[in-house]
């Protein structure tokens, strides 16, 4: 499975952004998708997820401010990020559980870079 994410750039504090990722190859049934995001030096940390039947969850410092969605024709995940903040800065990744024969299997995304600056 390869993970194609796009939407990342330069923003001012309080604009917005939406990412996007999508999957390709061999896919059985996708069951979470989520965004990650990880700053040089830090952990990588969840920044929301969304199953299959809608279900969400976010990270505490996004609530309100972030949504994540999908598409599950297209294999596509988006987040769309409002009211950005200098600490929001971090390459995000887009991570997916493809439910395979062999079992659970997780991909990641390249990432995509997002800086909040003025």
């Known amino acids: 499975v390869q993970l194609q994410a796009c939407g990342g750039g330069l923003v001012q504090p309080g604009g917005s952004l939406r990412l996007s990722c999508a999957a390709s190859g061999s896919i059985f049934w996708i069951n979470v998708m989520g965004w990650y995001r990880q700053v040089l030096g830090k952990q990588r940390e969840l920044v929301a997820t969304?199953?299959?039947?809608?279900?969400?969850k976010y990270q505490d410092s996004v609530k309100g401010r972030f949504t994540i969605s999908r598409d599950n024709a297209k294999n596509t995940v988006y987040l769309q990020m409002n009211s950005l903040k200098p600490e929001d800065t971090a390459v995000y990744y887009c991570?997916?559980?493809?439910?395979?024969?062999?079992?659970?299997?997780?991909?990641w995304g390249q990432g995509t870079e997002v800086t909040v600056s003025s």
């Open positions: 991570n997916v559980e493809n439910l395979e024969p062999l079992g659970t299997r997780a991909y």
């Open positions: 969304i199953a299959r039947s809608g279900s969400s």
